[in-house]
């Protein structure tokens, strides 16, 4: 291709390729030592092994944007470097990048052939990301609304959403089973890092919302980098445990810190075995209520056992003596009786000297005007009798 710069009216003119070549010398004298340039990354295809996509920025309305290739060897850098701070390369991701800029004349384009990234500016964003998510969420009360669920009093039924590869939930499996608790388990694998996690997970805690054959929702997966623990942020996720009908419990993995999902959940442990072992607390502490509950009521039971049987007994005894001290008692009531009777008994009175005289129709003489002269009337003594004829009347 001819360099010699052609004039027409004083100014150059250059044919397509050469235009294109001038363009790329002022690119090149220009941004010898490279340039940074930050953008948010839309149209992500990664046809392996490149990532092509472009850098756009909204200025006063109006958008720019910049074509970006990363090749192989300098996009597993970058992926690298971003996955050691939580980050995954895709749509929406606010970064800064470093690389040459050319313009390729086949496309008539201009890119920015990349070749490291700024982790720290990412990295930025995603937190103020997620502040901004989780300032919003608190605002609205989305981290009260599954908390208010109760937790029945024995959460036999589980709901488990966790990846069956993961050695978290091979864990809280163990400690599950160990328990010698009989705990039905409805299992739901998911994806728990990448792109496909959120969606999965999201689908499964709308599944188990929707049955009422399930006590708790445990939601985990074991530890890992920030990169691998992202998908709790999202937004989706919440909202997801939010809606649930079930108490959610998490164990995802956190020794430091916490996402989003903990936060919103009715119940967050640091590790899967942790939500396994918060669940068995539950039930044992019931068990325990229970088997105070139950030592209670048997010396409750035995005291008014005791009680009855020390009645019981008072009882018997007085049965057996209340009817020889009424039969005594009326005893002697009858010889108090019998001797006010023998008192009152004519004969006894007569054998002190006492008579009862009577006319001759047996009426009892009480007065003198009840005789006259030459009246016959008996008289009784003690041990006879004697028949007389009245004389006189004084």
């Known amino acids: 291709m001819s360099h010699e710069v052609e004039f027409l009216n004083g100014v150059p003119s250059f044919t397509v390729g050469q235009f294109s070549q001038v363009l790329n010398n002022v690119l090149k004298a220009s941004f010898d030592e490279g340039v940074w340039v930050e953008g948010e990354i839309q149209g992500l295809r990664s046809p392996n092994p490149h990532a092509y996509f472009s850098l756009i920025e909204n200025v006063d309305g109006a ?13 597993r850098n970058v992926q690298a470097k971003l996955r050691q701070q939580g980050i995954t390369l895709k749509d929406g991701l606010k970064v800064r990048l470093f690389g040459r800029v050319e313009y390729y004349g086949p496309f008539g384009k201009l890119n920015l052939i990349a070749t490291d990234v700024d982790t720290q500016f990412s990295a930025g964003d995603v937190a103020a990301k997620r502040e901004e998510l989780l300032r919003v969420l608190l605002e609205k009360g989305v981290d009260k609304i599954n908390k ?6 024995v959460p036999l039924r589980l709901g488990i959403i966790s990846s069956s590869q993961a050695a978290g939930w091979a864990d809280a499996q163990q400690h599950l089973t160990e328990s010698g608790i009989g705990f039905s388990i409805t299992f739901v694998d998911v994806r728990v890092q990448g792109d496909a996690a959120a969606p999965q997970i999201v689908a499964a805690l709308n599944t188990f919302s929707r049955r009422d054959d399930i006590d708790i929702v445990m939601l985990m997966r074991g530890g890992g980098s920030k990169g691998d623990l992202a998908a709790f942020d999202d937004e989706q ?36 075995t942790a939500c396994a072992q918060a669940v068995i607390a539950i039930i044992e502490e019931f068990l325990g209520e229970l088997s105070y509950s139950a030592g209670a009521l048997r010396s409750l039971t035995q005291t008014s056992v005791e009680r009855a049987r020390s009645r019981i007994a008072v009882s018997v005894e007085r049965l057996r003596t209340r009817p020889r001290t009424a039969l005594y008692k009326q005893a002697q009531v009858l010889t108090m009786h019998a001797a006010s009777l023998r008192l009152l008994d004519p004969v ?3 054998a002190r000297g006492w008579s009862i005289t009577r006319d001759a129709a047996g009426n009892v003489v009480r007065s003198i005007s009840d005789v006259s002269p030459g009246d016959t009337v008996i008289t009784a003594l003690a041990d006879g009798s004697v028949t007389s004829t009245v004389e006189g009347v004084a």
């Open 237 to 272: 996720i919440a909202m997801a445990i939010s809606r649930c009908s079930h108490p959610v419990f998490t164990g995802i993995g956190h020794e430091i810190d916490t996402s989003i999902a903990d936060i919103v959940a009715h119940s967050a442990n640091k590790t899967p």
């Open 148 to 153: 208010r669920i109760p937790v029945p009093m």
């Open 348 to 350: 006894t009175t007569m």
């Open 63 to 75: 958008k720019a944007q910049l074509s970006i290739n990363l090749f192989a060897g300098p996009l």
